[in-house]
């Protein structure tokens, strides 16, 4: 009785699929939004940013105190805003992320009863000390417009 032993094979297959010429860097779709940062010199080819670009910044000096039972959280918040922008700023948008708890509020999926709350109150609000009328109303949403009393100046 003889015995053959199996014979095994490799197979290497090689495979190329055939792409379609490149086009030249210049003839490719260009979103105008990043059209205009190249020509605001805001931003670079390499997608850095460029020699005139800028961002505003915030200091934020928050305290909290949270009374879980009753579901309330109170606190202060100030806020120090730098304008680095080229523009003359005459309101700025204050973000009420808690908001996305009111009623009405534009979200994703419902949500339930135990969810939901008043939303953000804001009881107080001062634009370098004076007090101003509270942006709350201006928003149905997690975002309100503050108009400024001055404008804020580049």
């Known amino acids: 009785m ?7 094979a490799t197979l290497i297959v090689a495979a190329a699929i055939a792409a379609p010429a490149a086009h030249a860097q210049g003839s490719l779709y260009m979103p105008r939004a990043v059209r205009q940062a190249y020509a605001a010199g805001t931003r670079a080819r390499d997608g850095k940013p460029g020699a005139r670009y800028w961002q505003n910044h915030g200091r934020y000096a ?9 579901r309330t ?12 922008s080229p523009d003359t700023l005459k309101s700025l948008a204050i973000r009420l992320f808690l908001n996305i708890h009111k009623p009405g509020v ?6 339930s009863a135990d969810y939901l ?6 009881d107080t609000f001062a634009v370098n000390g004076a007090l101003q009328p509270s942006p709350e109303h201006a928003s149905t949403g997690t975002v309100t417009m503050a108009k400024l009393p001055a404008a804020l100046l580049p």
């Open 106 to 111: 534009p979200r994703e999926g419902s949500a």
């Open 117 to 122: 709350t008043s939303g953000m109150h804001i």
């Open 73 to 84: 959280v109170r606190g202060t918040e100030t806020i120090t805003y730098w304008n680095n």
């Open 2 to 8: 003889s015995l053959v032993a199996p014979r095994l």
């Open 62 to 70: 928050i305290t909290v105190t949270a009374l879980p039972p009753d």
